[in-house]
């Protein structure tokens, strides 16, 4: 979390003045002057841009578009995915990365209410989307940028509303054996493959990332109809959530699309080759004769606003949305008395 002190430096930097409305009072009584915009503008420049980001705790008021590409851009104009809804709940709401273009936030309400309708899944627990204005978020976590990719945990939602605590506490369910080269039956179901085909077969999708022992696990199952497939990517990591991305939305001229899956359903060739990593990953290493010092690794650099589309400066010094508050529920309405 960035102190206050940093987040009225950085309002400071972004805004050329403070942004009083949530700060405590200024003790000096000679209030800081702006820097000048060109030596304001280098040092943003400087910095690295998930600071910048992450300062920004609402959505930016501009026409909603995604600029740049899922892994270096910005979000204009994103919108808030309520906490909770008729059959989904946002997970670690501290970390204010329930926001996305809006027709990410549709789909993934469209998605929710289908599954639980359709598919006997009873609600998605949504993951991070991105931050109110996208951005780099840390490096493990490269996409999600311009709002257009959203993690869905594949633990089902619980009937009962989760505290806040327990959306920051609770765990994701591991779905996959110890050797992860298969999904655990004793927690993977038949609803969780109906889910990821659901998701997969909006157009709206462009890819949806599993872990390759859960495509594998597809493959086995999906029968005749395996269109849907090609979209399913194996990677690793997501074995507790899946991943899902949209493509570029109407009126995103900035967007930069992801090369489309080639056509057939990944069954194949790619995921043998997954397996030969899993396969090769359990292996016994031989020991080392002579002690090797562990090679150093390269810190990645970070991104900075440089390495972002232009529009992504205006997104940052762009002026708060204003949200309208959430109208309170109407009292229950009394049968009329006949
Ligand atoms: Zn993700």
Known sequence: MLCRAASFSLALLLYGQPVMAKMPPVPSPKPAQPAPAKARDAKLARMPAKTLFKAARKGAALTPASHGYYTRGCLAGGQRLAPDGPAWQAMRLSRNRNWGHPLTVAMIKRLAIDAKKNDGWAGLLVGDISMPRGGPMRPSHASHQIGLDADIWLTPMPSRTLT????????????????????????WTDAHAK?????????????????????????LKAGKDRQWLGKVRPVRGHNYHFHIRFRCPPGSAGCRPQKPPTGDDGCGTELDKWYKWLHARLKPRPKPKVTVKPRKRKARRLLTLTDLPPACRLVLKAPDQIIAPQPRRAAQSRPAAN
Do not use: G, W, Y
């Open 195 to 219: 889910l990821i085909k659901r998701a997969a077969s909006f157009r709206e999708v462009e890819r949806v990332l599993v872990h390759p022992a859960i495509k594998k696990e597809l493959c």
């Open 164 to 187: 806040r605590t327990e959306r920051e506490r609770l765990s994701a369910t591991f779905m996959l054996t110890s050797d992860q080269l298969a999904v655990n039956p004793t927690v």
